[in-house]
């Protein structure tokens, strides 16, 4: 049997690289997986989550694939599929052939790793963790890559609060990245400020749950960041880094001695949000559920233009994103009006910061929606439930489609009080008629003319999974359905896809889901702030005779299409 010392040499380096889909098992590998030295590539380039996490640039379908790489601890063969345990011993015993070519030693027995876990050589754990405390212990890492499928996710999960989450297409296959290649990390690093920024502002408002969003300023978050985040009361005695013969610290690092903490400058943690306020513009007025005030940041963006050029104007580079190289805003060829127009092009605004799963165009019209309220306030439609909860539902989770026209024409009139006609007439006919079920190969493709998107029910996109719950998605992914009008999770995964892309369309043309009285029910309304249609005037081409194929209704409720007996 080989000696610990000799394994240890030769599982030095990690095995591999092997691909996930080959040597992962995919039913016994489902414990959370912890990937060290982290890398992403993207046509032979190393590229980092700024890239990866960007949305594609003008229409059509993203057909980018982006492969990562890391380290795997592997802490029980059983996660390794029957493949991979061969391909993993083979080349165990490949170098152990080379070791005992090169050190003049009989070759002994074949390894297996059965017999490396069975003798305590390799110890057995439900962790993929790698505990560094535990130097003696042999551990057995692979050099695992794949390919990309679900948006990264920063401080946002549930399963990884504190952490990054990334998702392989094997399997849907969730992984928490513990280290990073540094050519990726530095690519990434805008990426992860804006996502604790995010996390920061998430923690204020739960800390201040009775503070109105209206009130959520930059000023405000910034305040409050440095009153109770800055220097926490615990940070007073705890020191990281310290001398273990130091008297006055114990072994965890807390110091008899108060410690005098280094206070951020309120400019520092101001220029920290103005780097990314853009970014929170666009994006944030995309969220279900508003963290701050629309209109106080939109200003805040504009204003920072100008105080990026007086920064330069004294040699300080100001509230820029990691990575942007400044222009010469100190030359004096340019106004400040000029300045502050090039900050206010709503157009580049939306390009510089586009978000996932959203047409820029349907961005742009939101942003136009949104600063338009402040001047019409009475023309805004909002829910009696709270005033921290007053903003319209997102569209996606309020109302589908239904698959039957069973209902009576009088049922159907009951309802018509919740639409309004005005708003009805801005969607066109193409998106009132309910979807058509994806036949045998599982496609669907948008009936709206001009539009390209494919929802692609046996290989499904990034773009195709946006807010659909991760087991409706592996339901779909692993394929073990024939049917896809017979099997109800398919059928709702599908809904929930259309859904979500129908909203796009909806959007460009003003046209909004607003729930009433903090119910399900609700009304679509336009929320074109400008004059009234018409008598008389149809928008959009009246669909051909014959083509709807029975009554037309919109059901104002979540609703999955039901299955026939």
Same mark, same amino acid.
Request: aromatic share 8%; proline share 5%.
């Given at each position: ?9 030769? %599982?030095? +380096? ?11 098992? !995919? ?24 890239? &990866?996490?960007?949305? *594609?640039?003008? $229409?059509? =379908? ?9 380290? %795997? ?10 493949? !991979? ?11 152990? /052939? ?32 790698? #505990? ?31 952490? %990054? ?92 001695? $108060? ?39 939109? =200003? ?13 104007? =004294?040699?300080?580079?100001? !509230? ?10 100190? &030359? ?9 127009? =090039? ?15 959203? @047409? ?8 136009? *929606? ?16 709270? /005033? ?5 539902? #997102?569209? @996606? ?16 009139? &009951?309802?018509?009080? #919740? ?28 009936? *709206? ?24 998605? %592996? ?8 049917? @896809? ?24 043309? !003003? ?22 249609? +018409? ?9 051909? *005779? ?20």
């Amino acid at each position: 049997m080989i000696n610990r010392k000799v394994l240890n040499e030769l %599982l030095q +380096k990690p095995l591999g690289p092997y691909h996930d889909h080959h040597v992962l098992d !995919g039913e016994e590998c489902q414990t959370k997986l912890v990937l060290y030295s982290f890398m992403l590539e993207h046509n032979g380039q190393v590229i980092g989550l700024d890239e &990866s996490e960007r949305p *594609l640039e003008g $229409p059509g =379908q993203d057909d980018r694939k982006f492969r990562f790489r890391g380290v %795997l601890k592997i802490a029980d063969p059983d996660w390794l599929s029957d493949f !991979g345990l061969k391909t993993v011993e083979a080349e165990l015993n490949l170098r152990a /052939d080379e070791r005992a070519l090169r050190e003049g030693e009989r070759r002994g027995l074949q390894l297996t790793l059965d017999g490396l876990f069975k003798s305590k050589l390799l110890k057995r754990s439900n962790s993929a963790w790698n #505990d560094e405390t535990e130097e003696e212990e042999t551990k057995l890492t692979i050099l695992i890559q794949g390919e990309k499928s679900l948006p990264a996710v920063f401080m946002q999960s549930s399963s990884v609060p504190d952490g %990054l989450l990334w998702s392989s297409k094997d399997h849907l296959r969730k992984y928490q990245i513990a280290t990073m290649d540094v050519d990726t990390y530095s690519r990434s690093e805008n990426y992860f400020w804006r996502w604790r920024l995010v996390a920061l502002m998430e923690k204020i408002a739960k800390k201040y749950p009775y503070i109105p969003v209206g009130r959520r300023t930059p000023d405000w978050f910034v305040t409050k960041y440095l009153t109770d985040f800055a220097c926490p009361p615990e940070d007073i005695h705890r020191r990281l880094i310290f001398d273990e013969e130091d008297s006055d610290v114990d072994e965890e690092g807390s110091t008899k001695t $108060p410690r005098h903490l280094l206070r951020p400058h309120r400019s520092e943690v101001l220029g920290l949000f103005a780097a990314h306020a853009e970014w929170f513009v666009t994006n944030g007025e995309m969220r279900r559920k508003k963290l701050f005030n629309f209109n106080s940041w939109d =200003q805040f963006r504009k204003q920072i233009w100008k105080e990026r050029r007086a920064a330069a104007r =004294q040699g300080v580079v100001w !509230g820029w994103p990691v990575g942007h190289t400044p222009e010469d805003l100190s &030359s004096e060829s340019s106004s400040d009006e000029e300045i502050e127009e =090039q900050g206010d092009q709503l157009d580049q605004l939306v390009k510089r910061n586009p978000v996932i799963g959203k @047409t820029n165009k349907a961005v742009a019209r939101t942003i136009e *929606l949104a600063r338009k309220k402040k001047a019409h306030p009475k023309r805004v439609i909002e829910s009696s439930s709270s /005033d921290s909860e007053s903003e319209e539902a #997102d569209p @996606t989770t309020a109302r589908v489609y239904a698959s039957d026209f069973s209902e009576s024409s009088g049922e159907a009139s &009951s309802d018509s009080d #919740d639409f309004n006609e005005e708003a009805l007439l801005d969607i066109p006919w193409e998106l009132q008629v309910p979807p058509r079920v994806p036949d045998a190969d599982g496609r669907w493709w948008c009936p *709206l003319p001009g539009c390209e998107y494919l929802i692609d029910l046996r290989s499904l996109t990034e773009e195709n999974g946006r807010d659909i719950p991760g087991d409706l998605i %592996l339901r779909i992914v692993r394929k073990q359905w024939r049917n @896809t009008a017979q099997d109800r999770d398919v059928l709702e995964g599908f809904s929930r896809m259309v859904i979500n892309h129908y909203s796009n369309h909806f959007e460009e043309r !003003g046209v909004r889901w607003v729930k009433r009285n903090g119910g399900d029910r609700g009304a679509w309304i336009n929320a074109k702030l400008q004059g009234g249609r +018409k008598e008389g005037r149809i928008r959009g081409p009246m669909p051909p *005779l014959g083509s709807l194929g029975g009554e037309l209704r919109v059901i104002p409720t979540l609703h999955v299409p039901r299955v026939a007996d």
